[in-house]
């Protein structure tokens, strides 16, 4: 993706005389609404961190964030068996080719729309349609990506239920956390670095060849906050991101990281995660720092994504109910309205930004 190079957004994101896209096909303002109306219900912070974006690059990035939260919404369906999963990814992926398949199979796995996350899968025509609406540069900065991380999510498909009532589905090792890690959140950073480039009038090789190589452990570092923030809910879901290893180092079994009795035992494989996440979150923080500072708005987005990861690692590792089943781990209103506040302040400079981070973990 770095290889895409340099272009201004006018040219990148306006239609030509017919009112198309680059990529050859209409972008109708009824898909337009929808993706603008879908996206705070499938993620209310994804939709206010998205408004920091400039209008440029709105668009393109909300498309790109719509398919992978269909993705996801296939690889977390609990009433699909492992190999529905493996062939709706897969087929997914597919419709991202130019004169792909639609998504007609999706949409009769998901009639039911139970959620806000079924109805985005069950309608993810629309959404393909404003994906092959985008210019073809666009296309394939966002491709590749999606495909990869429906390849991965195939791979790691869970069933989504206790496996003979009392064991987890869990993964083995940190290895595999990385790299499951990488396939939903790791191929999201490279994408972004992709599409930044484009917008980028001024971009240096030398530079987003460096972003490039700190894309994954950008996405990492989210990732794996999220996981830690979700630990209950996935548990109680039936599967556990925590590794295996880590619970036996410890010497407590996965399905027992809950039990009051082990409580030592699973708060050690917590501060073993939290200490894996702050690692990648050091990396994330090089890649905000090595945005161009003139891409103020580009730089407010990671930012504030970044800042809200902080802030939610620091509480996890000091929240005594973190290990309780039904608590609910997530920073107060406040601390989001104080953090997209301070990051409005401290964007244009690096050595605030790094003070702030300090600040806040």
Known sequence: MAENGAGTAAS????????RGQGGRASSSEGRAFCAAMLPKVSRTFALCIRLLPRSLSHSVTVAYLLCRIADTI??????????????????????????????SIRTAFRRRRNDEERLAADADMILGEFHALS???RDAIRPWVQEMCAGMAEFARAGRLVAGRELETLADLQALDRYCYFVAGTVGHLLTGLFRLSDSRADAARYEALDRL?????????????????????????SFVPRDLCRQAGVPPEKLFDPAFRTESLQVMDALIAEARRHLVDSLRYCTTL??????????????????????????????????????????????????????????????????????
């Open 12 to 19: 990148i994101m306006s239609p030509d005389a017919t009112g």
């Open 75 to 104: 690889e977390d369906a609990t009433d699909l068996s492992v190999a529905d999963k493996q062939v709706l990814l897969r087929h997914f992926g597919e419709c991202l080719d130019d004169n792909g398949p639609t998504a007609d």
């Open 136 to 138: 073809a540069r666009e």
């Open 215 to 239: 894309a994954a452990s950008f996405g990492l570092g989210l990732q794996l906050t999220n996981i830690i923030k979700d630990v209950a809910d996935d548990h109680r879901r039936g599967w």
């Open 292 to 361: 161009p500072r003139y891409q103020y708005r580009i730089r407010l987005f990671c930012l504030t994504s970044f800042y809200f990861a902080v802030r939610t690692l620091r509480r996890a590792a000091s929240d005594q109910r973190l290990l309780e089943p039904t608590h609910k781990l997530k920073i107060t209103r406040g601390e989001v309205y104080r953090t997209v506040a301070a990051t409005h302040v401290v964007a244009p400079s690096n050595y605030l930004v790094r003070a702030y981070y300090r600040r806040l973990a």
